[in-house]
């Protein structure tokens, strides 16, 4: 009986404000929504950031650790290949050879890798597409093309003046990227190796998914007594630089909405209260405890602030999709633990937001509010 009446009284209570009650409902929701969109794109943005990152090139150098070998075997190079599980994988051989008019340094390189570990080649002239990366393919940095009056489609034939060897190579393409490639030529890591009877490379480099420490903690597991396989600190620890400062700046904004949302719950609340402080006045003057007027305005905030939260809660979810796509251009993972910690956090701003209304109310005077009733 005792209940029913209290579902009563929280019934009316809830019906006479309810206008007010929506302005409190719409910021704990506006909260709770920016706080799970915000808390599952942190639990997503290690993976998304990183696989960003990484397409700006290698984080990873595998090199000999004698320096005066300068040289690392096909077979270990495969070894590596197998346990550095790397999205790419760049070998490196380097050759003096001769070009025909003048000499110059050929790269045997992985074109397929290249392109994803040195993403920012210019092609000048020609193409650097999949079905050009065979044997029979060489790519010329601006520079030397330029030395050689050579074009797209002329043939060039190279020459190892220690063995003898020469092969004779299509022009597929002319790229710049500003720095010492301009002035070298790409071919296949095979016909390089061939040409110079060498059954290795000079060093790798590697784009392998995940932060500084796992990286770190990967590569350190492959080196051994001939070889060094290393993050590119500048590279890595930027990563890592601009991840926190990202963090930290959705940690702000998610506190600032938090904020807005416990002034306006504080505001509004006041405001409901205010209204009723005849009713509150009237009711103790009736003999009613002030633990049942607390309970009765706990309960209502209880309530509102609990439906508001889940609802919002759920709704991040859409809201950090829509984030994703924009940012990322990737959607974002749903986790339940981001929805569970955005309704505790939601539930505990709107308790520190209507404790004061609440306790504010339990001291009104009885006299003064009835006075003239």
Do not use: H
Request: charged share 20%; aromatic share 12%; proline share 2%.
């Amino acid at each position: 009986m005792e209940n029913r009446f209290f579902l009563n009284e929280l019934f009316k209570s809830l019906s006479f404000s309810y206008q007010r009650l929506f302005i409190i409902i719409l910021s704990i929701f506006i909260g709770a929504l920016t706080c799970s969109a915000f808390l599952n794109i942190y639990f997503d943005i290690d993976i998304k950031l990183s696989k960003e990152l990484k397409a700006y090139g290698a984080n990873v150098i595998i090199s000999p650790k004698n320096i005066d070998e300068n040289f690392i075997s096909n077979a270990k190079y495969e070894e590596i290949k197998q346990k550095l599980k790397a999205r790419a994988l760049t070998p490196f051989l380097y050759e003096f050879l001769n070009l025909g008019s003048t000499s110059a340094v050929v790269l045997g390189t992985d074109f397929k890798a290249l392109k994803l570990t040195k993403p920012f080649l210019e092609i000048k002239d020609g193409s650097f597409s999949l079905r050009d990366f065979n044997d029979n393919s060489i790519f010329l940095g601006i520079d030397l093309a330029k030395q050689l009056g050579l074009k797209v489609g002329n043939e060039l034939q190279i020459y190892n003046p220690n063995n003898g060897k020469s092969v004779k190579l299509t022009i597929k393409a002319i790229f710049s990227s500003n720095d010492e490639f301009d002035s070298i030529a790409l071919a296949s890591l095979n016909v390089i190796q061939n040409l110079s009877d060498t059954q290795g490379i000079n060093y790798a480099n590697a784009i392998v998914d995940g932060n500084f420490q796992n990286v770190w903690s990967q590569t350190q597991a492959i080196s051994d007594n001939t070889i060094n396989v290393k993050p590119i600190s500048s590279v890595s620890l930027s990563e890592n630089l601009v991840l926190k400062k990202i963090k930290t700046l959705m940690f702000l904004i998610v506190i600032i909405v938090l904020i807005i949302v416990t002034t306006s719950v504080n505001t509004t609340l006041s405001s409901i209260i205010f209204s009723r402080k005849k009713e509150i006045a009237l009711r103790l003057a009736l003999g009613a405890k002030k633990s049942e007027i607390f309970k009765l305005f706990a309960s209502e905030c209880f309530i509102v602030s609990l439906i508001a939260s889940i609802i919002g809660a759920f709704c991040g979810i859409f809201l950090a999709n829509i984030f994703g796509y924009l940012i990322f251009n990737s959607s974002i993972d749903f986790r339940f633990k981001a929805v569970l910690i955005s309704i505790i956090i939601s539930l505990a701003f709107a308790f520190f937001a209507a404790f004061l209304p609440i306790k504010k109310a339990l001291k009104i005077n009885i006299c003064d509010n009835l006075k003239g009733d």
